[in-house]
């Protein structure tokens, strides 16, 4: 069993019929001595889930404050068979002590050790309710935390199998539990049921993760509150604690997590551990994300006080050092290795003011369904929390996103400030994600990124434009000519005026065919001679393909003119084939599975444009014959 740092309370609150004839000012240490055989015989083994019974009487252990590991007692209700899932039984639990009736199930508790008769029975890992009166709980068994794949053939645990903990922690040694059987079908009393009051309409559900934002505000939160939301996480604000020496000196009821942004900002996932096992360590008792196999950082964190309330506690929490990689997130537990962390990806951003220049150094986790969300957000904070920046300002992104065997993806693109509140950074955050996302979802290479380097410089209003008319210089051109095109654009609350650019008429268009000019912006003009391939259907065949793709893609402060034939073009892949002959067309047409082929109506012959201080949006179609 656990010996916690101030073993004697603890000790008394285990077995007190034994102390009460030892009960004195100073402990001697003979008296200990005496003490460690039996509570050493305590802690070497595991309880079968068929060994639970209702009623029984137990403990477990957690942080309510600081670094001291402190234990509250519980009583077993009753066993739910199949409550995870087929075979994924749960034991239903009632949490008793004054501290634990105060603050009832606490998010962040998920994972805490929990023991029946002296052996360790499995780990607290769901909630009943909300403002619930009683400290409902349930535990997930130890059978299922350390055998995930399923607790129905798990084997015995050996030596090699069971979790060891260091210093003050319960260690499990060679005694061997037998098998387990088919778990005992124990219906949950109906007195018991009666007697904790659950009403219609209650769940037991995980216990939230609290997800620890340090040096995010809350205006940064909201922005991404829904997608925080859906991934059931209870946002918390925290800090950083310097890495300390015994970060990695994890004990049972210890606290440690994931580390998914770290920097001048970071964000991390945090929860108690169940057990260690050498280098193994078990916690949360539940999945954070169900990713699966995973690699991603784990680092300490360090308790600073338990919040209390009656819609959701929680556990407010300093985030420690790296002490290893988080390496399997299921059913049942989330399981890390001590030792080194797995590489992140480095955010390098730079924001530029009138008023002064910012850098910031950020490390993101390499995962495709945690990056594009991490770097939006870490994006948006870096960019709107700081001193230089300020609302209601022009902002001018330009960077890139390094691929390792890749050529880099180049990002340019202007934003203007809007008439919501949503914050004028957030387009450019969401800009980014959408491109991370554009990434990470092709189906041919999982992209290995090396490096994200951003910049944002800004000026002071709002620079946008709007098409309000356009025209030709002349109705006819001759193939070969260059065709003057004037534009009239309206500026927000400025004046209009006129911008001038021409346009090839290509040398090998026939007489008498009728063009068609596109006066527009840039993501008009992509659409237009991209197809469903800009808006993501389809897709490129491989990375390289759509990293050339989203390098070719127009920006948004630039005014176009594009010049249509009515030809039909193919769009194979990465590829465009204008003018494309009816015959090849039908060979198209004819493939069983067309897959990323496509084929406009009209072929791009030629486009100019013109370089603005700010996003442009409108468009113009103008007829032109060729005489």
Known sequence: MFVPKSSTPAVRSCRPSFLLGFIAPIVTIAFAAALSPTLSAQSNEILPLSQVRPGMQGYAYTIFAGDQVEKFDLEVIGVMPNFLGPQQSIILVQLKGEKVEHTGVVAGMSGSPVYLDGKLAGALSLKLGVFTKEAIGGVTPIEDILHPAGSNNAQPVSASQQPQTQSTAPTYSSTQVQAQSQPQQVALPREAAARNGLPSGSSLEPIATPLVFSGFQTATLQQFAPEIASFGFAATQGGTAAPQADDKKLAAGDMAGMVLVSGDASINSACTVTAVQADRVYLCGHPFLSLGEVALPMARSRVVMTLSSSLASTK?????????????????????????????????????????????????????????????????????????????????????????????????????????????????????????????????????????????????????????????????????????????????????????????????????????????????????????????????????????????????????????????????????????????????????????????????????????????????SLNLQIR
């Open 316 to 620: 407010i929490v300093n985030v420690g050092g790296p002490i290893g990689t988080i390496t399997g997130d299921h059913l049942t537990a989330v399981t890390g290795k001590l030792g080194a962390p797995p590489p992140m990806i480095p955010l390098d951003l730079s924001v530029a003011t009138p008023t002064g220049n910012k850098k910031l150094h950020f490390d993101v986790v390499d995962n495709p369904k945690l990056t594009p969300l991490l770097v939006a957000l870490t994006t948006f904070n870096g960019l709107t929390q700081n001193s230089v920046y300020g609302e209601g300002m022009t902002l001018h992104l330009s960077g890139e996103i390094r691929l390792k065997g890749h050529a880099p993806v180049q990002i340019e693109n202007t934003y203007a400030p809007g008439d919501f509140l949503g914050g004028d950074g957030l387009p450019v955050a969401l800009s980014v994600q959408a491109i991370f996302n554009r990434l990470f979802t092709n189906t041919y290479e999982v992209p290995n990124v090396e490096g994200v380097a951003l910049k944002v410089e800004s000026v002071p209003g709002r620079q946008s434009f709007t098409i309000d008319s356009a025209w030709l210089e002349k109705g006819e051109a001759a193939p070969g000519e260059d065709l003057r095109v004037r534009v009239l654009l309206h500026p927000y609350r400025g004046e209009s005026h006129i911008e001038e650019t021409t346009v090839h008429v290509p040398d090998q268009i026939a007489r008498g065919t009728m063009l068609r000019v596109m006066v527009t912006d840039g993501d008009l003009l992509n659409r237009a001679s991209r197809g469903f391939q800009f808006s993501g259907g389809g897709g490129p065949p491989g990375l390289d393909q759509l990293i050339a793709l989203l390098n070719r893609e127009r920006r948004n402060d630039r005014l176009y003119v594009g010049l249509f034939m009515p030809s039909p073009t193919i769009l194979w892949d990465d590829k465009e084939l204008p003018n494309a002959p009816l015959s090849q067309i039908n060979v198209i047409d004819g493939r069983p599975a067309p897959g990323t082929v496509q084929v406009l109506r009209e072929s791009l012959a030629s486009e100019s444009s013109v370089q603005l201080t700010g996003p442009v949006s409108g468009v113009v």
